[in-house]
């Protein structure tokens, strides 16, 4: 049973520049949130699909925008890119939908750094 | 607003010892879920336990242990006997019922030195 996948692992970018993050979730979940974890914190939560749909977002700029597809993967857009914007990004899965809270399982993430 | 607290940055413990990693919480949600997670040093979150918020009991599983305490807004994690393989960052994550988000803590490194 595969668990949650991202790619890429690393990924060098410029400031000013656009970057795509791409995960897939565990078998049989339909529940993908997205996380920012600078160096030495604590995971933030950027937002949550579901149902091809945005359904709870972070305080995060406009920036970042996401997207579902119909396979319950998901990406992870982000535009402008600042020097800020380097961290670990991580996605996370969790089924069923709804209003269930369940467990969220996290991939390994992928490490992003802005130059 | 919800709210983690884990107050010890960094421990260093001696193998064979047992350490106790603190996390307080903050929510105003009467139904609310708590996490434990480790995080090697490869950077993926493992997933250690849940603990809902109409349930206090304790749980012990291994080496490993949980008190969640209502009164005192909080919920420790105690590793018995460590072990190198036990040096990580572990965050304690609360999640409420009327939202979707996790609420991390800032984390707590644990170094056991053989």
């Known amino acids: 049973d595969a668990g949650v996948t991202q790619s890429p692992t690393h990924l060098i970018k410029t400031r000013g520049q656009q970057v795509t993050l791409r995960c897939s979730p565990k078998?049989?979940?339909?529940?993908v949130s997205w996380y920012q974890q600078a160096l030495g914190q604590g995971p933030q939560f950027i937002f949550q699909y579901y149902e091809e749909e945005e359904r709870q977002r972070g305080n995060f700029p406009d920036r970042f925008s996401g997207h579902q597809f119909p396979n319950y993967s998901s990406e992870l857009n982000v535009n402008a890119l600042l020097l800020g914007d380097s961290a670990l990004y991580l996605c996370?899965?969790?089924?069923?939908?709804?209003?269930?809270?369940?467990?969220?399982?996290f991939g390994p993430g992928t490490r992003l750094l802005v130059l | 607003a919800q709210k983690v607290t884990q107050a010890q940055t960094e421990i260093s413990v001696v193998e064979k010892e047992d350490v106790t990693l603190d996390c307080v919480y903050e929510t105003r949600d009467t139904t609310y879920y708590l996490f434990w997670y480790k995080q090697p040093p490869s950077g993926e979150l493992v997933f250690l336990i849940r603990?809902?918020?109409?349930?206090?009991q304790n749980e012990i599983s291994g080496r490993y242990s949980w008190n969640f305490q209502k009164s005192t807004s909080s919920f420790n994690f105690t590793i018995t006997a460590s072990q190198v393989v036990d040096s990580a960052v572990y965050f304690c994550a609360l999640s409420v019922y009327t939202g979707n988000q996790f609420y991390f803590g800032t984390g707590t490194s644990l170094t056991v030195i053989p």
């Open positions: 078998s049989g979940h339909d529940t």
């Open positions: 603990r809902n918020s109409f349930d206090e």
């Open positions: 996370a899965s969790s089924s069923p939908g709804g209003l269930l809270k369940e467990t969220q399982y």
